[in-house]
């Protein structure tokens, strides 16, 4: 079974119909909202195809200026996609804010989320 590892906020409507399709779900943590297994603890042996959430959930709370994402760390050093959610109106200033890490990730609007992975793991 392909998994999805999603951050807190994500659609549980998405969810389930990710579920129903054959994709399992693997709620993850940031590492302040608690939310499920931290991020940067995953391992190969977790079998995470791809991690879905919204870019705030990667924003420590005491962001000034560019991002550095080392919330994903672990995603980056084991080869698994990150996907982002953030509308599509707003993936110029999102990609400014990340700089160089804009190409550690895929920003996908919230609408089409549960096409794009789909399509990414089906």
């Given amino acids: 079974m392909r998994i999805v590892g999603y951050l807190e906020g994500t659609d549980p409507a998405v969810l389930t119909k990710l579920y129903m399709k054959g994709i399992g779900t693997l709620p993850l943590g940031n590492g302040w909202d608690n939310h499920g297994k931290y ?10 195809d791809a991690v879905v959430g919204y870019l705030h959930k990667i924003i420590p709370p ?35 804010w990340l700089g160089e890490d804009a190409a550690k990730v895929s920003l996908v609007d919230p609408d089409e989320v549960y096409d794009t992975l789909v399509g990414k793991l089906c």
Avoid: Q, S
Avoid at 39 to 48: F, G
Avoid at 68 to 92: K, Q, S, W
């Fill in 39 to 48: 991020v940067n603890h995953l391992t190969p042996a977790d079998d995470v």
């Fill in 62 to 96: 005491a962001f000034e200026g560019k991002l550095n994402i080392d919330t994903l760390f672990a995603c980056t050093a084991h080869g698994i996609p990150v996907y982002l959610m953030v509308p599509r109106e707003l993936h110029g200033k999102a990609r400014d």
